[in-house]
């Protein structure tokens, strides 16, 4: 069955610092990968996707995530983290199985400390 | 500026009462969706609509109900079935075609009082 796990539900990170959001799909075809972010009392808002053109794939708000086969993982990553940038992040996978159905995974809240 | 918008923001609801969420798009998206959110659960599908006049069920759609009688309107109806129906519940919309990412409303708080 094809499922997305995100590991961490929370994360904390110093300003300034790495961000790291781990994200991991299972599926038995080639999927399409996704990162939202939701601010509190928001809808989500779309980071970046991966569609089959390049693994390594570049968002907004300097975001990016790289999309490693092998490990079957599409983890995001941002080199200096900003206070702006304390959000929920989820990730999620589109699958084209006749009905092209999007499965989230739990997200992961990310606190930056100052 | 094209987007999705849901109204009200807030709505609160009485034991047995039904309650409809609105959902208006002006993107020209042919498919819109209506997800559930609940702290730690990510989000669930209710229902989804690929074009006008049709629409599927999805993981949790028991106690809920929808229309599609215009492109842009996809209006969710929370009926007094729905046994836990407080939750942040959120419109979407995408082209079709799996490449596309989803468009999101800002979403509808409903509260059982």
């Known amino acids: 069955a094809q499922s997305v796990t995100q590991l961490g539900s929370h994360v904390s990170v110093s300003e300034g610092a790495l961000v790291l959001l781990r994200c991991n799909y299972s599926?038995?075809?080639?999927?399409?990968l996704f990162w939202y972010v939701q601010y509190p009392n928001q809808g989500l808002q779309l980071l970046l996707k991966?569609?089959?053109?390049?693994?390594l794939v570049k968002g907004i708000n300097g975001f990016e995530a790289e999309f490693k086969k092998s490990e079957t993982s599409f983890h995001l990553t941002k080199p200096s983290a900003h206070m702006s940038d304390a959000a929920e992040y989820f990730c999620a996978v589109t699958l084209n199985t006749g009905g092209f159905k999007t499965i989230f995974g739990a997200g992961t809240r990310l606190f930056v400390k100052a | 500026d094209g987007g999705i918008t849901q109204s009200p923001k807030y709505l609160f609801r009485k034991e047995g009462q039904n309650v409809t969420l609105s959902c208006e798009q002006n993107?020209?998206?042919?498919?819109m969706y209506w997800y559930r959110q609940d702290p730690g659960q990510g989000l669930r599908l209710i229902y989804y609509s690929q074009i006008v006049n049709d629409f599927q069920k999805g993981d949790i759609a028991e106690g809920y109900s929808v229309s599609r009688e215009k492109k842009e309107s996809f209006p969710l109806t929370v009926t007094s079935a729905q046994k836990n129906p407080t939750a942040f519940y959120l419109c979407a919309s995408r082209p079709t075609g799996t490449n596309y990412g989803y468009t999101f409303g800002s979403g509808t708080r409903l509260t059982v009082v």
């Open positions: 993107l020209n998206h042919d498919a």
């Open positions: 599926s038995s075809v080639p999927p399409y």
């Open positions: 991966y569609t089959s053109a390049a693994t």
